[in-house]
């Protein structure tokens, strides 16, 4: 099946063309803020500052719970309560589950790590100087449906683990941390 057929990508705003008079308090989401959406490293962060309303008048905000897609690294991830009311620039996409047979954490686990897609999307892309995915294509990618249950356990799987990995390697930049203060203090 075509994504296509179960989803609706709508593509971020071209900031470049010019503000409105609501764009000056807005903040853009970006790369940094899908890593952290999908590694779930946000648990630490300061809370939003976003206290307006998400039916802005064009759509381009986020929300939490929204699935996001970079078209400049092919990763996809879901909007964390802390980066909704971001804008979304023309790089990313919010992909819009048309279909009652998708769970969301299924998409990002299909669309960041599904052999199949990342073989599709290098064949897509090839003879590309600089490889980007268009909207066209990722429109075009097949996918496989398993029952949603079977969706479920494995997209809160994935999930889970991108949550275990980034906590892990904090806890590791935490010790070197701690470590070179110790070696620190030990050749004062």
């Known amino acids: 099946m075509k994504l296509e057929d179960i989803i609706t990508v709508k593509i971020g705003r071209n900031l470049s063309r010019g503000k409105g008079k609501n764009d000056l308090t807005l903040v853009v989401y970006s790369y940094e803020d899908l890593m952290n959406d999908l590694d779930g490293s946000f648990l630490d962060s300061k809370a939003s500052s976003y206290s307006g309303n998400s039916n802005h008048r064009d759509g381009y905000l986020s929300r939490s719970g929204d699935v996001i ?78 029952s949603i249950e079977k969706q479920r356990t494995i997209g809160k799987a994935y999930l889970s683990l991108r949550k275990r990995q980034a906590l892990a390697k904090k806890e590791a930049q935490l010790e070197e941390k701690l470590y070179l203060e110790i070696l620190k203090q030990l050749d004062q």
């Open 69 to 146: 897609f970079s078209f400049v690294s092919s990763k996809a991830g879901i909007v964390s309560d802390l980066n909704q009311g971001k804008i979304i620039n023309q790089n990313f996409a919010k992909l819009t589950i048309e279909h009652d047979h998708l769970d969301r954490n299924y998409l990002c686990y299909t669309l960041n790590e599904s052999y199949s897609i990342k073989k599709q999307m290098a064949i897509s892309m090839q003879g590309s100087i600089v490889p980007k995915l268009t909207p066209a294509i990722l429109k075009k990618l097949e996918i496989n449906l398993p």
